[in-house]
C-alpha cells in the first residue's frame, strides 16, 4: 500500500522556518447562559496577561482598545450575539505594556444542535505581517525610485552629449515632455535610453523627438 503523504523528515516537506510570519492566535468563548467569557492562553498573551490575572469581559476589553475603534466593537459584538456570524473586523488594541497591536477578530454562533447558545470567535495578531508588508513595500519604492532616478541620469547625459546643453536644460527638455505627453520624466527617460541603444535601422524608422 503506497501513501501520497509526505513524510515529515523529506526534502518536499521542509519548509523554511522564516517562511512564516509570527501572527499570534488567540480563541474566545462566550455562553449565553452562564455570561462569563471564557479565553485560550495564547488569547491572554495578545492583551500580556497569563490566565488568572484578569477575568475577561467587555469592561475589562474596552480599555485596550484604542477609542476610535471602541464603538464600532462593542456594534460588532451585539450583531454577533444577536445574528451569529460568520463575521470578521479588524481592531487596534494596546497590550498592558501600550504596544499597539492590530488584530482580525472572526467570530460566530455555537449551536446546540440548531440553537445558539453562545459565541465563540479566533483572534489573530496580524501586527508583524502589517509591519512586513509595509517594509516591502517601503523597499520596492525605494529600489525603484533609485532605478528611476539612475534612468533620468543616464538620459541627461545622452541629451546632453548629442544637444550640447548642461545637465539643468537636459531635465528641462525631459520634464517638459513629461507634460506635454502625459506621462513621468523616468518614463520619458526610459524611452530616451532605448531610442539610444536600438538598433540604428530602428532608431531611423521613428525617432525620438529629444534626440
Known amino acids: 500500500m503506497t501513501s501520497n503523504s509526505t513524510a515529515p523528515?523529506?526534502?518536499?516537506?521542509?519548509?523554511?522556518?522564516?517562511?512564516?510570519?509570527?501572527?499570534?492566535?488567540?480563541?474566545?468563548?462566550?455562553?449565553?447562559?452562564?455570561?462569563?467569557?471564557?479565553?485560550?492562553?495564547?488569547?491572554?498573551?495578545?492583551?500580556?496577561?497569563?490566565?488568572?490575572e484578569i477575568v475577561p469581559s467587555l469592561d475589562m476589553v474596552l480599555p485596550h482598545i484604542e477609542p476610535e475603534d471602541r464603538a464600532v466593537v462593542l456594534a460588532y459584538w451585539e450583531r454577533v450575539a444577536a445574528v451569529g456570524g460568520p463575521s470578521s473586523i479588524y481592531v487596534s488594541i494596546r497590550d498592558r505594556k501600550d504596544h499597539q497591536h492590530k488584530l482580525l477578530f472572526s467570530a460566530d454562533y455555537i449551536l446546540d444542535g440548531t440553537t445558539p447558545v453562545g459565541v465563540w470567535g479566533v483572534v489573530v495578531d496580524l501586527t508583524q505581517s502589517i509591519h512586513a508588508d509595509r517594509h516591502q513595500l517601503a523597499t520596492e519604492a525605494v529600489a525603484a525610485s533609485a532605478i528611476h532616478r539612475a534612468a533620468i541620469e543616464q538620459a541627461k547625459g545622452i541629451l546632453m552629449g548629442r544637444a550640447g546643453i548642461d545637465a539643468d536644460r537636459a531635465y528641462e527638455l525631459m520634464s517638459k515632455m513629461s507634460q506635454d505627453t502625459n506621462r513621468k520624466v523616468h518614463a520619458i527617460a526610459h524611452e530616451i535610453i532605448e531610442r539610444t541603444t536600438a538598433p540604428a535601422k530602428e532608431a531611423k524608422a521613428e525617432r525620438h523627438p529629444l534626440l
Open 9 to 52: 523528515g523529506s526534502a518536499a516537506g521542509r519548509v523554511p522556518q522564516d517562511e512564516f510570519l509570527d501572527c499570534p492566535t488567540g480563541l474566545v468563548e462566550y455562553y449565553f447562559a452562564e455570561g462569563e467569557f471564557r479565553w485560550s492562553d495564547g488569547l491572554y498573551a495578545i492583551y500580556g496577561y497569563e490566565r488568572g
